[in-house]
């Protein structure tokens, strides 16, 4: 008995211990965010349900994060649907004057892009929380935006029953590829190659045509089921690839191939809109996932994190690609914004893919 007891009260000084020393290397802003966050008591979090683990995922976001900053913020989770219509509700809640139903914005550069011109983000000095994890490079617009994970846009095959493996999107339009293919409704992955730095209007179109006339069917990104299932064989392009990593974690023969023509190494990241009900936990919460306890939830939770951490998968999966003659292309808000032409021509992609012309 006494033995036992001795090692509660260990455990507890190792704890108190542990909460006061992190404490102390509290940043003085960080300090006034917790205790603001605190004010607040909640956030108010809202994406898909296969995103970050949906509200499974939220609650051990919520435990670390009160854990490691002393914080009591309650999380509540309420799933959304796709991205980009959450931005827009969260827009026009804004321009409505309207306080926001979801604290954060998660989107990568599509979605995130036309929010930005709306001026929807306030400017936020990240650095100033956490200086020795959080490097100015990661944020974009003066901190209106923080880059949260990295995905790598490929094609996402069923490795067991595909005809042959891919190594280039040509591969697709082979023969033993027809009437096995699907593709998104929303030409995922092509809208990069429309950029006049990548592959131009005329190849991506050329390209997209000749695709049309090999798929069978139209699926969103999220659905790799019906790809385990060998209902369709591969998705091209896939918005990322941790759809794979998330099925062959549950034993289906899922791969994704990182085609050495069309390459995509794209940022999603959170913005704080200027309506938001709980700012304060919002960037607490965003802190948090940019900790190195946060990423390991990140990657265990959606199998995705920040590449540009020495201590990410997805930076040890970048390199092996490299090793392999992959060269990417670096898809920020920022580059998005400055080619215009994305947004001009992705209808015409979207309708030869839909309806295969």
Not at 151 to 163: D, E, F, K, Q, R
């Amino acid at each position: 008995m006494k033995q036992t007891k001795a090692v509660f009260i260990a455990a507890l000084l190792a704890f108190l211990t542990s909460a006061d020393a992190q404490a102390r290397d509290m940043t003085p802003a960080l300090k006034d965010l917790v205790a603001a966050a605190n004010k607040e008591g909640a956030l108010t979090l809202s994406w898909g349900t296969s995103t970050y683990d949906g509200a499974q995922g939220a609650a051990r976001f919520q435990a670390g994060m009160n854990k490691m900053f002393g914080s009591n913020v309650q999380i509540d989770f309420v799933p959304g649907s796709d991205m980009a219509r959450i931005g827009n509700q969260i827009a026009t809640e804004f321009s409505a004057g309207q306080k926001a139903d979801a604290d954060i914005m998660l989107g990568a550069a599509p979605q995130m892009a036309p929010l930005i011109k709306l001026d929807l983000f306030g400017p936020v000095d990240w650095h100033s929380y956490l200086p020795s994890r959080i490097d100015p490079k990661i944020t974009e617009f003066d901190g209106r935006l923080i880059r949260v994970a990295t995905g790598l846009t490929g094609a996402t095959y069923n490795s067991s029953l595909a005809p042959m493996k891919p190594v280039t999107l040509q591969d697709f339009l082979k023969p033993q590829w027809k009437g096995k293919i699907a593709s998104t409704p929303y030409a995922a992955g092509f809208d990069v190659l429309l950029a006049s730095d990548v592959w131009g209007k005329e190849k991506t179109i050329n390209y997209v045509k000749k695709l049309s006339h090999q798929i069978a069917g139209l699926i969103r990104c999220g659905e790799s089921e019906r790809l385990a299932t060998g209902e369709y064989l591969a998705l091209v392009m896939d918005c990322t690839g941790q759809d794979a990593l998330v099925w062959q974690a549950k034993g289906a023969p899922l791969a994704q191939m990182m085609p050495l023509d069309a390459a995509q190494e794209r940022y999603y990241y959170f913005g704080i809109p200027k309506n938001a009900q709980h700012p304060n936990a919002a960037k607490l919460f965003t802190l948090f996932l940019l900790t190195d306890e946060g990423q390991k939830i990140s990657y265990d939770t959606w199998k995705i994190d920040l590449h540009t951490f020495p201590d990410s998968r997805m930076g040890r999966m970048v390199d092996d690609y490299k090793k392999l003659n992959v060269k990417f292309k670096e898809v920020t808000t920022e580059w998005y914004l400055r080619h215009p032409e994305i947004d001009a021509d992705k209808s015409e992609l979207i309708k030869i893919i839909t309806t295969k012309g």
